[in-house]
Nanobody, 125 residues
Framework: QLQLVESGGGLVQPGGSLRLSCTVP????????VGWFRRAPGKEREGVSC????????NYADSVKGRATVSRDSAQNTVYLQMNSLQPEDTALYYC??????????????????WGQGTQVTVSS
């Protein structure tokens, strides 16, 4: 069973930055589109960003556009989500997920088959 592993979460002050990482031991992440999702307390899971297997297409939620950058490093078999100018409303459990390669990635949960356990991001002073 393919299991994604997220890391990089933590406690950060408002205005700070974090880089989240997603990898999958034993499998090539290049063979999948990868999405980032988050679930804040009391809210539904929402899409944050995604990147195609080739890395030539990315997509962002309006709530993070201009503050987030998704990228992938094939040599490290890792997908990153760089988050800047973090605000308390960004506090959530962040998940990465892998799905079939498409021409353009979408942040639709039903298109992603494999999920990680999540990494907690808390933005607070």
């Amino acid at each position: 069973q393919l299991q994604l592993v997220e890391s990089g979460g933590g406690l950060v002050q408002p205005g700070g930055s974090l880089r989240l990482s997603c990898t999958v031991p034993g499998f090539k992440l290049d063979n999948f589109d990868v999405g980032w999702f988050r679930r804040a307390p009391g809210k539904e899971r929402e899409g944050v960003s995604c990147i195609t297997g080739s890395g030539d297409n990315t997509n962002y939620a309006d709530s993070v556009k201009g503050r987030a950058t998704v990228s992938r490093d094939s040599a490290q078999n890792t997908v990153y989500l760089q988050m800047n100018s973090l605000q308390p409303e960004d506090t959530a459990l962040y998940y990465c997920a892998a799905g079939a390669i498409q021409r353009m990635c979408r942040m639709r949960t039903w298109e992603y088959v494999y999920w990680g356990q999540g990494t907690q991001v808390t933005v607070s002073s």
